[in-house]
């Protein structure tokens, strides 16, 4: 591998920053609801978001986490994908590279239709209409008697409907993938743990984590409102498109 930074990475981080930029100068609640992605059925989804979701980074209120969210994001793509790059060429990298973050946004949306799509028809069984309940949560309100009716999953309804999307994080993880399966031997760690461990023991159990804390709502290493299977989506993204690739490609991978 050469040294350096490869075209698409330093394109990419160059229009992460922008876009960083942009929330912190332009006004964080507009630019913000322009970009990031909303579940489809608030009245503030668009779908254009569901690809410049993956070039936003901070929330509603910019914050130390939401700089770090951003540092932690570009270090990894220019570490990872710059060696992707190299090997796949600047062209397939970036085909790859979006198509990881939009498996990841659908995998992450399907996530979160299940939990709403669980309390809406709990609801809907009591005697609420479909219509009545979308208007009163796009007002930002809420009847009094849901949490009696859906019990804990009411909090799960809500977070589904209010939630928005943001981040690199996703397609990284698509990224992540491809080193592992390209570079397997190679040594990665934690900074919590500084052990070296083999790329194909590293990602896999990466992987295993967020699907622990989607499942279990317990936060491993990330902030507690991470959406972690936006992460596994990215990851089975980027693994099918690898194995894919493998079997149907004379070269396995490059395209020039």
Not at 53 to 64: D, S, Y
Not at 102 to 119: D, E, K, P, R, V
Not at 184 to 200: G, Q, V, Y
Not at 202 to 220: E, M, N, R, T, Y
Request: no cysteine; net charge neutral; charged share 10%.
């Amino acid at each position: 591998m050469r040294p350096g930074i490869t075209d698409a990475v330093k394109h990419l981080l160059i229009i992460n920053v922008i876009m960083f930029l942009g929330t912190l100068f332009i006004g964080n609640g507009v630019f913000y609801e322009w970009f990031a992605l909303y579940f489809p059925k608030n009245e503030a989804f668009q779908p254009w978001q569901l690809l410049t979701h993956m070039f936003m980074h901070g929330g509603a209120l910019l914050n130390n986490l939401s700089i770090l969210h951003i540092l932690f994001n570009m270090f990894g793509l220019w570490m990872f994908g710059t060696a992707v790059e190299q090997i796949f060429g600047t062209r397939k990298f970036v085909i790859f590279y979006l198509l990881s973050g939009f498996g990841a946004a659908l995998i992450q949306l399907a996530f979160l239709y299940n939990q709403f799509n669980s309390g809406l028809t709990i609801l809907i069984e009591n005697g609420f209409s479909q219509t009545e309940i979308l208007r009163i949560l796009g007002e930002g309100m809420y009847n009094t008697a849901w949490p009696q009716i859906l019990g804990n999953d009411y909090i799960n309804f809500r977070d589904a409907y209010m939630s928005t999307m943001v981040g690199a994080s996703g397609a990284l993880f698509g990224v992540l993938v491809a080193f592992g399966m390209l570079f397997p031997e190679s040594k990665l760690m934690l900074i919590f743990l500084p052990i070296p461990i083999k790329a194909k023991y590293f990602i896999p159990a990466i992987i295993g984590l967020d699907i622990f804390s989607a499942l279990s709502g317990q936060s491993v290493f990330s902030p507690s409102n991470t959406a972690y299977m936006a992460h596994v989506g990215g990851a089975l993204t980027g693994f099918l498109l690898m194995y894919f690739w493998k079997k149907n490609e004379r070269d396995k991978y490059r395209w020039n």
